[in-house]
């Protein structure tokens, strides 16, 4: 029997990795090392840092940083993005117990918007009117 090995997804959608714009306008490392880090080599990275679409995302991560408060959130996002693989590492483990693959996954659902809404609160938890009028 051959072993399936599931390859996430995520990690294919651009040329580059999403959080490497991100990287370079928090300025979390020099560009060699970041470069390193992404196995980028030089030539790779004097073609990519020239791409038109590469350019808008780094400019938008850059005024992103500008903005007050914006790193911290970035940086969430940033380490938002790592802990995703190993989430999708963990849902295609059989080693893992499937409560925890479960759960992990409707946390994903959640996350990428694809969970239905919750139910209306009824009964003692839902939101009540009230109006008072003193005279």
């Not at 090392?33 to 350019?55: H, I, K």
């Not at 059989?94 to 009824?122: H, M, N, Q, W």
Request: aromatic share 6%; net charge negative; hydrophobic share 40%.
């Amino acid at each position: 029997m051959t072993d399936i090995v599931a390859t996430n997804p995520s990690e294919k959608l651009t040329p580059y990795p999403a959080t490497l714009p991100l990287e370079i306008a928090l300025r979390t490392a020099p560009i060699k090392e970041l470069c390193a880090e992404y196995n980028l080599t030089r030539e790779e990275w004097a073609e990519l840092r020239l791409d038109p679409v590469f350019q808008a995302d780094l400019k938008r991560a850059v005024d992103m940083v500008k903005q007050e408060g914006m790193s911290v959130r970035l940086k969430a996002q940033l380490q938002s993005e790592e802990l995703l693989k190993t989430n999708w590492r963990m849902i295609h483990d059989p080693t893992i117990p499937a409560s925890v693959r479960a759960d992990l996954s409707k946390f994903t659902f959640r996350v990428a918007g694809l969970a239905e809404p919750p139910k209306e609160a009824t009964g003692p938890t839902a939101p009540t009117f009230a109006i008072q009028i003193n005279l």
